[in-house]
């Protein structure tokens, strides 16, 4: 079966903007996780999705946002770009988010703030 | 969730096991010991997870200590493919996966 994908896989904007990711996670998976990993501070939760609703939240300023659709595709949302922005943003899916199984990860979206 | 703590980097000859430990003496009674890894510039792959019992698949073996305060994943045969970085997480019921800074493995040839 289709693997994550996440779109667009790179992308480039400029400071002020604001940006929106897609992620379509795996046929019967319900949950979605957010992801930012830059060089310095490494992989960080963003948010995670669950049935349209917020499950939990990163520590991770308002500028930051995301929803989740009734056939479980999700979107993250970036407002007024700042130069740390630029980061490659991860999805993840998962079947549950009360089950401990694997979730799997997309290949990311490369954003550059300029 | 607990914090791990994982050596920064190791070196394994190809075709010899690959034994990364993983330090998580905070972990709690309901929390599961996950490894993850990634290769450069691709998203985290999902290796294996446990409880408390040692655990098997077709990628590798994890064993963790009866107190369950550490862990060691095993890649009984690694290749220069299995080069990457290994993330050792503890996780709840809340599932928001926690990475710290990994085990960079470099199998050499």
């Known amino acids: 079966k289709a693997g994550v994908t996440q779109t667009p896989r790179y992308l480039i904007k400029t400071r002020g903007q604001q940006v929106t990711l897609s992620c379509s996670p795996i046929?019967?998976?319900?949950?979605v996780s957010w992801y930012q990993q830059t060089p310095g501070q490494g992989l960080q939760f963003l948010f995670e999705?669950?049935?349209?609703?917020?499950?939990n939240k990163g520590n991770f300023p308002g500028r930051f946002s995301g929803r989740q659709f009734s056939n479980s595709r999700s979107e993250m949302n970036v407002s007024t770009l700042e130069l740390g922005d630029s980061a490659l943003y991860l999805c993840?899916?998962?079947?549950?988010?009360?089950?401990?199984?694997?979730?799997?990860f997309g290949q990311g979206t490369r954003l550059t703030v300029v | 969730d607990a914090k791990t703590t994982q050596p920064p980097s190791m070196d394994c000859a190809e075709g010899r096991a690959a034994n990364l430990p993983c330090n998580h003496s905070?972990?709690?009674?309901?929390?599961?010991v996950y490894w993850y890894r990634q290769i450069h510039s691709q998203g985290p792959q999902y290796i294996i997870h446990?409880?408390?019992n040692n655990e098997t698949n077709e990628m590798a073996s994890l064993i963790i200590t009866e107190d369950r305060k550490s862990s060691t994943l095993i890649l009984p045969h690694a290749t220069l493919r299995d080069t990457a970085v290994y993330y050792c997480i503890v996780s709840g019921i809340r599932r928001q996966l926690t990475f710290g800074s990994g085990t960079q493995l470099t199998v050499l040839p």
């Open positions: 993840a899916s998962s079947l549950s988010p009360v089950l401990n199984t694997e979730a799997f």
């Open positions: 905070t972990i709690s009674g309901n929390e599961y």
């Open positions: 999705y669950f049935s349209e609703t917020q499950r």
């Open positions: 046929s019967g998976h319900r949950s």
């Open positions: 446990g409880l408390k």
